[in-house]
């Protein structure tokens, strides 16, 4: 199965750059400024774009994520609202679309129900951040049957096991938790983060990709010397968020601009 995901990893090997991926909340701060966001996201040179599916209590992540997940609650983003989103988007753009959201809302809809609506709607991928890899054996049938690339978390403390199943379960791209915790900009690295990424590749045969605490271009660059990409999510939202709901837009395209920078390998 080629994928848009595949096709743009293949791309950004050929031009030695690593891809940088973004998080938003959709619905944050509305639907209709979403739409305008990912495209402005687009234009500065985003290359795979999470879409956060809000729900009501994100485990995985940390206070700006939480915030903006229940701002756009308050706004209306349901599943169906941020699938329909995903299509006016669509129309617009093929920069592939990540879905990132919890079992919980995948189990109320039903995975064959829920990955075939995502897969209609335009939808590359899903990570559904509560989901473990041993436990994923019917939403993986699910996501083949619909051409949905799948994204599984792995963190430091993963053994070899978890390690193994998720390099073969994976069709998208690993992602790597820098760190034990939540979501949340951090001002560095981990030392430990290429030794970590390393033994990842060694049973990966997809991308692997860093997030959690990445907030600079100075990380960018740092975690794409190691990894294929890196991904970004609430230094984003902090941005949009000080911008206010009309800036939002102008503020993720200038941001993510400047962290495009850090992901090309000969700069």
């Given at each position: 199965?080629?994928?848009r995901?595949?096709?743009?990893?293949?791309?950004?090997?050929?031009a030695?750059?690593?891809?940088?991926?973004?998080?938003?909340?959709?619905?944050?701060?509305?639907?209709?400024?979403?739409?305008?966001?990912?495209?402005?996201?687009?234009?500065?040179?985003?290359?795979?774009?999470e879409?956060?599916?809000?729900?009501?209590d994100?485990?995985?992540?940390?206070?700006?994520?939480?915030?903006?997940?229940q701002?756009a609650i308050?706004?209306g983003?349901?599943p169906?609202?941020?699938?329909?989103?995903?299509?006016?988007?669509?129309?617009?753009?093929e920069?592939?679309?990540?879905?990132?959201?919890?079992?919980?809302?995948?189990?109320?809809?039903?995975?064959?129900?829920?990955?075939?609506?995502?897969?209609?709607?335009?939808?590359?991928?899903?990570?559904?951040?509560?989901?473990?890899?041993?436990?994923?054996h019917?939403?993986l049938?699910?996501?083949?049957a619909?051409?949905?690339?799948?994204?599984?978390?792995v963190?430091?403390?993963?053994?070899?096991?978890?390690?193994?199943k998720?390099?073969?379960?994976?069709?998208?791209?690993?992602?790597c938790?820098?760190?034990?915790g939540?979501?949340?900009?951090?001002?560095?690295?981990?030392?430990?983060l290429?030794?970590?990424?390393?033994?990842?590749?060694?049973?990966?045969?997809?991308p692997?990709?860093?997030?959690?605490?990445?907030?600079?271009?100075?990380?960018v660059?740092?975690?794409?010397?190691?990894?294929?990409?890196?991904?970004?999510?609430s230094?984003?939202?902090d941005?949009?968020?000080?911008?206010?709901?009309?800036?939002?837009?102008?503020?993720?395209?200038?941001?993510?601009?400047q962290?495009?920078?850090?992901?090309?390998?000969?700069?």
């Amino acid at each position: 199965m080629r994928t848009r995901i595949a096709d743009r990893f293949a791309r950004l090997k050929e031009a030695g750059e690593g891809a940088l991926i973004t998080y938003v909340a959709a619905g944050d701060p509305s639907l209709d400024e979403t739409v305008d966001i990912v495209l402005a996201m687009e234009d500065a040179g985003v290359d795979i774009v999470e879409l956060g599916m809000p729900f009501s209590d994100p485990v995985a992540d940390g206070p700006t994520i939480q915030a903006a997940c229940q701002r756009a609650i308050a706004a209306g983003a349901t599943p169906t609202a941020v699938l329909r989103t995903v299509e006016r988007i669509r129309r617009r753009s093929e920069m592939p679309i990540v879905i990132m959201t919890y079992l919980n809302l995948i189990h109320h809809a039903g995975y064959k129900r829920f990955a075939c609506d995502a897969a209609d709607a335009g939808v590359d991928g899903m990570l559904i951040s509560d989901l473990p890899v041993g436990a994923a054996h019917q939403w993986l049938r699910e996501c083949r049957a619909c051409d949905v690339d799948t994204v599984f978390l792995v963190a430091p403390t993963s053994g070899e096991d978890t390690l193994q199943k998720v390099g073969e379960a994976t069709t998208g791209f690993v992602y790597c938790v820098s760190r034990a915790g939540t979501t949340g900009a951090r001002s560095d690295l981990p030392e430990d983060l290429p030794d970590f990424v390393q033994r990842v590749r060694g049973h990966a045969s997809h991308p692997v990709c860093v997030g959690f605490g990445i907030s600079t271009p100075e990380q960018v660059r740092a975690v794409c010397r190691t990894a294929d990409g890196a991904v970004i999510g609430s230094a984003l939202i902090d941005r949009m968020s000080d911008a206010g709901p009309k800036g939002a837009a102008k503020a993720a395209g200038e941001f993510c601009a400047q962290l495009k920078a850090g992901t090309r390998r000969d700069a």
